[in-house]
């Protein structure tokens, strides 16, 4: 089983559509969890930390429940910027663990 | 400011040939990481740089793959012998400790003929 995975994509949705994407991982002791978006042949960037709580930034939403092991994240409002991939990252003592990937369109 | 920088930022070989890979990271910042990262995946991590030296290399695949951090600043990702199953985007990162926020730079496309 990978350590982190993803739904599998691609998400194609109009603009103005509200998108979640799921995200599991399996290593009981990750500490830090984050979303990261990443451009067609551009480096990774931090979207949004995740938290226990829940947290919002804009339009993006993400949650996270320890007792499942369960990350996701939220996209009101799409926006045709919006297009690109959304990767779910565990941090445990140092490295990153990035998940697959899921592709968003968002289609005019 | 500047952020982290690679060079190449294209690398073609052939089978068998060395090649390197430099990353600059931006300044002050101790935290140094390699990942590499195939298509349809994620970035992968291969090591970790605290200062000078290698905290995690639990990530490099085999013996072929080595990196150095002489002086705590640029780092070079060493690939002897490569084969074309090493044909990735080859990302570094860095941070201001290992607990910081983790900067991207463009990567270097490898590509092994």
């Known amino acids: 089983r990978k350590e982190v995975e993803q739904d599998p994509g691609p998400f194609n949705v109009p603009e103005g559509a509200t998108v979640a994407f799921n995200c599991t991982y399996s290593?009981?002791?990750?500490?830090?969890f984050f979303w990261y978006r990443q451009d067609c042949r551009k480096e990774p960037k931090l979207l949004m930390s995740?938290?226990?709580s829940g947290n919002e930034d804009g339009r993006f939403t993400a949650q996270l429940n320890r007792a499942s092991q369960y990350i996701s994240l939220l996209i009101r409002d799409s926006k045709l910027s919006d297009s690109a991939t959304y990767l779910c990252?565990?941090?445990?003592?140092?490295?990153?663990?990035f998940g697959k990937g899921t592709r968003l369109s968002v289609i005019a | 400011g500047a952020g982290v920088s690679q060079t190449p930022s294209n690398k073609v070989t052939e089978k068998g040939k060395y090649v390197e890979l430099r990353c600059d990271p931006i300044?002050?910042?101790?935290?140094l990481y390699w990942y590499r990262q195939s298509l349809g995946q994620g970035p992968e991590f291969l090591i970790y740089?605290?200062?000078?030296?290698?905290?995690?290399d639990s990530g490099l695949p085999n013996d072929r793959f080595f990196a150095v951090r002489p002086e705590g600043s640029v780092s070079t990702l060493k690939i002897q012998r490569t084969e074309r199953g090493d044909s990735a985007v080859y990302l570094c990162?860095?941070?201001?400790?290992?607990?910081?926020?983790?900067?991207f730079g463009p990567g270097t496309r490898l590509t092994v003929l």
């Open positions: 990162a860095s941070s201001p400790t290992s607990e910081g926020e983790q900067f």
């Open positions: 290593n009981s002791a990750s500490q830090s």
């Open positions: 995740v938290y226990s």
């Open positions: 990252v565990v941090k445990g003592n140092t490295p990153l663990v």
């Open positions: 300044s002050g910042h101790t935290a």
């Open positions: 740089f605290q200062g000078t030296g290698a905290a995690d």
